[in-house]
């Protein structure tokens, strides 16, 4: 008699499930987050495209425009860009954390 086992399913059911950490983000933050789908929806529509066409173009589902859209924080930064690459706003992306005043005034204290 041969008793084939499966491998996998044994280590997958003896593993213990990690526990996965929620990003959650405080309602002032989550405005910001909405207010970039709501830019990137209207940019959308400035430039006369509809869902399917965007989506298509940046190599992501429907659906998941429709996230970043309304400004979802589990969608991946990269969905987030190649959308704003088939808008033509991809250099966008080179002003987020751009202008640190905050980390210069606190280098300029040490200098003192």
Same mark, same amino acid.
């Given at each position: 008699m041969l008793i084939i086992i499966n491998v996998y399913t044994i280590f997958v059911e003896n593993t213990p499930h990690m526990k996965? +950490? +929620?990003?959650?983000l405080f309602?002032?933050? $989550? +405005?910001?987050? *909405? $207010?970039?789908? *709501?830019n990137i929806k /209207? =940019?959308?529509? @400035? @430039? +006369? /495209?509809?869902?399917? $066409?965007? =989506? *298509?173009? %940046?190599?992501?589902d429907r659906t998941t425009l429709y996230q970043i859209e309304n400004?979802? $924080?589990?969608?991946?930064?990269? %969905?987030?860009?190649?959308?704003? @690459?088939v808008l033509g706003l991809q250099d966008d992306f080179l002003k /987020?954390?751009?202008d640190d005043d905050f980390g210069r005034k606190l280098q300029d204290l040490e200098l003192l």
């Open positions: 996965t +950490k +929620k990003n959650i309602p002032k933050h $989550q +405005k910001i987050m *909405e $207010q970039i789908g *709501e /209207l =940019a959308r529509k @400035r @430039r +006369k /495209l509809t869902m399917v $066409q965007v =989506a *298509e173009r %940046a190599g992501i400004g979802n $924080q589990k969608v991946s930064i990269g %969905a987030y860009f190649n959308v704003m @690459r /987020l954390a751009g």
